[in-house]
């Protein structure tokens, strides 16, 4: 590790050492193993911070302004982007296929679709539709 110091904020250490309970993994070596593993992690992060693509960029800016005052500032919007670094992709779903000719192509979503309607939120009420439609079917 480099001579950089890094700090493990006291609220991540202690999701560490509170999700390895049920483990009883809890002693004062094991928490040290957390800590000098969290500073590792952070450490890696501040010399590699993901920087978003332009695509990823827009979402977020058009995710925070149907959610926020639209005269954010960029500090603001940069801390949407930390929070939503760490999401998880969304779980394959089996209806995508039935309508996959009526989503937005991602390879051209930002240059088709501008300010209006972002293509995650176009393709969730598709997908809704489908679904609705489905349902009724049954009924």
């Known amino acids: 590790m480099k001579n950089k110091r890094i ?9 560490a050492v509170q999700a390895a309970l049920p483990m009883a993994i809890t002693n004062k070596e094991s928490v040290e193993t957390f800590r000098i593993g969290l500073e590792a992690a952070l450490l890696w992060q501040s010399e590699n911070p ?9 979402e977020t800016v058009r995710d925070w302004c149907m959610h926020h005052e639209k005269n ?8 949407e982007w ?5 999401d998880a992709p969304p779980e394959p779903d ?3 296929e039935a309508v996959k000719d ?9 240059e088709l679709w501008g ?3 972002p293509p995650k939120y176009h393709d969730a ?15």
Do not use: K
């Open 50 to 58: 993901p920087v978003p693509v332009a695509t990823q960029w827009n």
């Open 125 to 139: 009420h598709v997908l809704e539709a489908f679904r609705r439609g489905c349902a009724n079917r049954l009924t």
């Open 115 to 117: 300010d209006s309607v």
């Open 94 to 96: 089996p209806a995508l």
């Open 72 to 79: 954010s500032t960029s500090c603001e919007l940069a801390v």
């Open 7 to 15: 700090q493990v904020p006291g609220g991540m250490l202690a999701a």
């Open 102 to 110: 009526l989503l937005v192509d991602q390879r051209h979503g930002d």
């Open 82 to 86: 930390v929070r939503h670094m760490y």
